[in-house]
């Protein structure tokens, strides 16, 4: 029926982006001259990894406190919370960034990392005083993929059975001992999904970004600096292109740009749902 | 209530006096007392709903896993109150171990389960090693196993997990284990086996097995304690309760009227 | 009964037992209780802090004629935006719900497994793109190679590709989770599948489409990139597929990250505070159907 449509979809948007196979130079130039797209895939490298971490590591926090330590009655509206999250605009989320994060940023976080951790690479100056940049992009990406690794990581803990716990707290473990020895290696997959996916999440994450990380063509000399993600600059080129400058490269390196992010992207969510399923399948053969 | 022990007389490492368990709406024990002499099987019999699995659950501190639940009374293991407020539940649980209704192994190599509860203290490698094989032993499971002790532990068929399971426990040197009717998810084999390990080890400690099944009460136990809608009915040699029981209540159940 | 005469086997008590080591794994397991809740304040303040200041820029300037006016909207009015973004989202999320629904129910009751697990795996995948990605498709097939231009219906197009996949998943769920046992009473009976759709297994999936009808929705107004790729600001509210029309968002990127003057600055926050507001509406909506019909449900399930 009509479903045929939502697969079609998805490969139509493969066969268009194949406009231009051509370009494949992954120079660091900026992509005046030569266009090779390496320095926004540094950019994308750059905010989604660290963002993926951190993200990664307060969500198994706040899941590990939402399983058990905390009382039912406050998790009951907390976890919501935390889903939220999820659910308020990219856009939002960049005025947001803009005006009330990056000042704080630019005036008071930056100059502290640049007095104190200078010599862990990168964190040296020089600053921007208006807080825009990459560590302000991990920020924001990093609140972006909160709710989906909390939110897997908190179903992976919740499918470990009760008896397997017990078992554990019997044996004589402290709570935070079953967490890490059994509760953990259990929901494995379930943790490595919440990777995938977040990863997925802040890596294409497109308009947030582009208000924040400032848009730039170079590559970023520090933390603080700006630059771009692949995500971000497909978004500004086509958003500028539509008026209607289209040189053929242009539209084509346009089109490579795509398809890498579109490859990236599905091999990391075809790899984040098939660790759900096999998660998913193995419980419910009740293993 | 009688509480005649049936071997030796040594003095009880475990006794129950006066123990509630209240609920918000209702009791589900209520003024249990009960000893637990040493080197010797106590099943726990009585209807579903009777309260056995929680009173087990009491005298290893995990009732306090359910929420809602408040414990009056007094839980002894060699001669101090579990429940006093110095005590640290994790403490308990080293002395008095328990054992599942279903093999609860972990995600693991034989040998690891084995080791879970001594790695946690960190003992030295040699210790556990030692360990490991004489609890496997103890189990009834190390001729099963000890050519391949790396092996995932969800290899094993069911009884031999509920065996590890019991090895598992038995790693820490506990002198009370409790045991939650561990063979009614086994098939006939698996049960006897498991029930042969019960036998042996009644020798060593104290055993507090809850079961449903009274020809298994009668096979391993050395004495019986009837409970029923919370409340201790009767206790004694499981000879005495079995065939010459005190209590109506008793009879019926024994005979198979409920439960 | 020998209650005080219980002698410790082993010469320690439990009372003292408190090794160096044993001391540290109970302090530490005490103190991770006390850390890890604080973690929840990461995800909790943002949150506060975004909903606080957007207010805190939009309120005081809010007023009945702003939000109504209709004048041409790069001035100082919301009339024509909101306009804009209703009757775009009207549209997009009818035609999500038709190619949803559709494909959720057919793919749940009539496709066999292999097939099944094909169009599942993309509808998932559609989910996961970033939104560019579809907004480019959307500008390459609907704007170009349709030649429909930068227009209202490219946008709806566009935007209900992005919903229909949510739609699509919720329906699935729905009807593979209605309970077997149920589902074979029905057509055991004699009843046609379509009638079975209609009549048994609709209301009882109904809540969790509904559900997923508004998260559908709750993510689609916020989206931005598949808009502002296949459409372009309108002066006045649209009155033909082809015509401009303005979406909310759309509104706050440009105004915003393109030309950042304070005159503007005010109507893009107004903007991203209505569009917080009818998110926020949205998603506590979805919990309360869910929570309260989860309840109902629970009957079903004996």
């Not at chain 2, 063979?183 to 080890?201: G, H, N, Y």
């Not at chain 3, 600055?265 to 979805?286: D, E, K, W, Y």
Request: aromatic share 10%.
């Amino acid at each position: 029926m009509i479903l045929i449509g939502i697969i079609v979809a998805l490969i139509g948007a493969t066969s268009f982006t194949n406009f231009g196979w051509q370009f494949f130079s992954f120079h660091w130039d900026p992509p005046q001259n030569q266009w090779g797209i390496g320095v926004f895939l540094v950019g994308s490298f750059l905010t989604a990894v660290p963002a993926l971490i951190f993200s990664m590591l307060i969500g198994i926090g706040i899941a590990v406190a939402s399983t058990t330590y905390l009382p039912e009655y406050l998790t009951r509206w907390l976890d919501p919370f935390v889903d939220l999250l999820a659910g308020i605009p990219s856009v939002v989320y960049g005025i947001w960034a803009f005006v009330i994060v990056a000042p704080i940023f630019g005036a008071t976080i930056e100059p502290w990392l640049v007095g104190n951790v200078y010599f862990i690479p990168g964190f040296g100056p020089p600053i921007r005083s208006d807080g825009l940049g990459i560590l302000i992009s991990i920020f924001i990406l990093t609140l972006m993929a909160l709710p989906i690794t909390t939110l897997l990581i908190r179903d992976a803990l919740r499918s470990v059975p009760k008896d397997l716990w017990e078992s554990g707290l019997a044996l004589g473990a402290t709570r935070w001992e079953v967490v890490r020895r059994v509760a953990i290696p259990h929901g494995r997959r379930g943790i490595f999904s919440a990777a995938f996916l977040g990863f997925g999440r802040a890596f294409g994450e497109t308009v947030a970004v582009a208000m924040v990380l400032g848009a730039a063509t170079n590559l970023p000399k520090n933390v603080y600096d700006t630059g771009n993600t692949v995500a971000a600059q497909m978004f500004e080129l086509l958003d500028s292109a539509i008026g209607g400058t289209g040189s053929p490269q242009f539209l084509a390196a346009l089109a490579e740009m795509g398809l890498v992010l579109l490859a990236i992207s599905l091999v990391v969510n075809i790899l984040g749902r098939r660790l759900i399923a096999s998660l998913y399948t193995e419980q419910v053969q009740g293993l | 209530m009688s509480d005649a022990a049936p071997t030796p007389h040594e003095p009880p490492i475990l006794n129950v006096q006066g123990l509630s368990v209240l609920a918000k709406d209702r009791k589900i024990l209520d003024n249990v007392t009960l000893d637990f002499p040493g080197h010797s099987l106590t099943a726990v019999v009585g209807p579903s709903g009777c309260g056995k699995t929680t009173f087990v659950r009491t005298l290893n501190r995990m009732v306090e896993l359910t929420p809602g639940l408040r414990v009056t009374g007094k839980v002894n293991y060699a001669g101090q109150n579990i429940y006093a407020r110095e005590v640290n539940p994790v403490m308990v649980r080293r002395r008095i171990g328990m054992v599942f209704q279903r093999p609860t192994v972990f995600p693991m190599s034989i040998f690891e389960n084995a080791a879970f509860g001594l790695r946690l203290v960190h003992e030295s490698e040699d210790v556990i090693d030692r360990a490991v094989t004489e609890s496997l032993v103890r189990a009834g499971l190390w001729d099963e196993v000890k050519t391949d002790l790396d092996r995932s532990a969800l290899s094993l068929s069911g009884g031999q997990q509920q065996r590890l399971c019991i090895a598992r426990a038995l790693a820490v040197n506990p002198k009370v284990l409790l045991l939650d009717e561990p063979t009614s998810a086994l098939d006939p084999a698996a049960t006897q086996r498991v029930e042969q390990t019960m036998e042996r080890l009644k020798q060593e400690i104290v055993l507090v097995l809850v079961t449903h099944n009274v020809s298994q009460a009668a096979r391993v136990s050395d004495r019986v304690a009837f409970l029923h809608t919370g409340h201790l009915i009767e206790v004694g040699a499981t000879a005495d309760i079995l065939e010459r029981p005190k209590n109506p209540l008793t009879e019926q159940f024994i005979t198979g009227r409920f439960g | 009964m020998n209650v005080t005469g219980t002698v410790a086997p082993e010469g320690r008590s439990l009372l003292y037992d408190r090794s160096a080591r044993t001391r540290w794994r109970l302090g530490f397991d005490r103190w991770i209780g006390r850390l890890l809740p604080l973690l929840f304040l990461v995800a909790i303040l943002p949150i506060l802090s975004l909903v606080y200041y957007i207010s805190a820029k939009a309120v005081p300037t809010l007023s009945w004629t702003v939000l109504t006016s209709t004048s041409p909207y790069r001035t100082d009015a919301l009339g024509v935006p909101i306009i804009g973004t209703f009757e775009v989202m009207t549209v997009a999320t009818l035609l999500a719900v038709l190619f949803g629904l559709f494909g959720g129910i057919a793919t749940a009751e009539f496709l066999s497994d292999r097939v099944a697990g094909w169009v599942r795996m993309s509808a998932n995948l559609l989910v996961g793109t970033p939104s560019i990605i579809l907004g480019y498709f959307g500008y390459f097939t609907f704007v170009l190679y349709f030649g429909w231009g930068l227009s209202f219906i490219a946008g709806v197009f566009t935007l209900s590709f992005f919903m229909t996949p949510y739609i699509f998943r919720t329906a699935d769920l729905a009807f593979t989770s209605v309970p077997r046992h149920i589902r074979e009473a029905a057509l055991g009976s004699g009843a046609k599948p379509a009638q079975y759709i209609l009549r048994i297994g609709t209301p009882i999936a109904f809540p969790q489409i509904l559900t997923g009808i508004f998260l559908a929705m709750a993510i689609g107004v916020g989206e931005t990139a598949p808009i502002v790729l296949t459409t372009t600001p309108g002066v006045l509210a649209p009155h033909s597929i082809y015509s401009p029309v303005t979406f909310l968002t759309q509104l706050i990127w440009e105004n915003f990250a393109q030309a950042p003057s304070t005159g503007l600055q005010t109507l893009a926050f107004q903007a991203a505070f209505l569009l917080m507001v009818t998110v926020i509406i949205l998603n506590v909506v979805v919990r309360l159907i869910s929570n309260r019909f989860r309840k109902r449900l629970e009957g079903l399930y004996q």
